[in-house]
T-cell receptor
Framework: NAGVTQTPKFQVLKTGQSMTLQCAQD?????MYWYRQDPGMGLRLIYY???????DKGEVPNGYNVSRLNKREFSLRLESAAPSQTSVYFC???????????FGPGTRLTVT | QKEVEQNSGPLSVPEGAIASLNCTYS??????FFWYRQYSGKSPELIMF????GDKEDGRFTAQLNKASQYVSLLIRDSQPSDSATYLC?????????????FGSGTRLQVQP
């Protein structure tokens, strides 16, 4: 099992460009999450999907959209990147009836 | 007030000592509590979780929970240089319907050889 995988690992964008971060899990988990991590800020929730077909906003959703493509995959889209979106992005998942979350390796995004 | 508070550190301990990491939380309805370890440039890795008041031991790690004081701690016995990392505390309140965790900003631990 690969667990939670994310692509790409690194990305540099210019202001105004768009991109999609991909996340997939092979643990048959129901819930998936996108967080961003900035120095001194800890992990902040952007969006989550409690189950296939549902998505909800987290703490910092502005500037992002998500798609729960199927049970395995949960993507995060930046429509018009801004320098404030420079961060490390982590995807996580958790199984039914559980609270423990398991994280992917992260995507380091720089917006210039 | 932050929902989950941790001292940012660094907490420096000598090799072989006990490292004590602390976390307080503001939501009195919080029900599940987690400790993640994060090495520099890596993703958070779950090392302990605790749901009930008291202590829970796993190898060199002990998690302690006191819901009345809204306080959770992590003890690392016989600290090793490989324990040097940032430790993130996270909590969840299932009654809110939101399955996501709320994280503290982490405590950086340095174990000196």
């Amino acid at each position: 099992n690969a667990g939670v995988t994310q692509t790409p690992k690194f990305q540099v964008l210019k202001t105004g460009q768009s991109m999609t971060l991909q996340c997939a899990q092979d643990m048959n988990h129901n819930s998936m999450y996108w967080y961003r991590q900035d120095p001194g800020m800890g992990l902040r929730l952007i969006y989550y999907s409690a189950s296939e077909g549902t998505t909800d906003k987290g703490e910092v959703p502005n500037g992002y959209n998500v798609s729960r493509l199927n049970k395995r995959e949960f993507s995060l889209r930046l429509e018009s990147a801004a320098p404030s979106q420079t961060s490390v992005y982590f995807c996580a998942s958790t199984g039914r009836g559980l609270d423990e979350q398991y994280f992917g390796p992260g995507t380091r995004l720089t917006v210039t | 007030q932050k929902e989950v508070e941790q001292n940012s550190g660094p907490l420096s301990v000598p090799e072989g000592a006990i490292a004590s990491l602390n976390c307080t939380y503001s939501d009195r309805g919080s029900q599940s509590f987690f400790w993640y370890r994060q090495y520099s440039g890596k993703s958070p890795e779950l090392i302990m979780f605790i749901y009930s008041n008291g202590d829970k031991e796993d190898g060199r790690f002990t998690a302690q929970l006191n819901k009345a004081s809204q306080y959770v701690s992590l003890l690392i016995r016989d600290s090793q240089p490989s324990d040097s990392a940032t430790y993130l505390c996270a909590v969840n309140n299932r009654d809110t319907g939101r399955r996501a965790l709320t994280f503290g900003s982490g405590t950086r631990l340095q174990v000196q050889p």
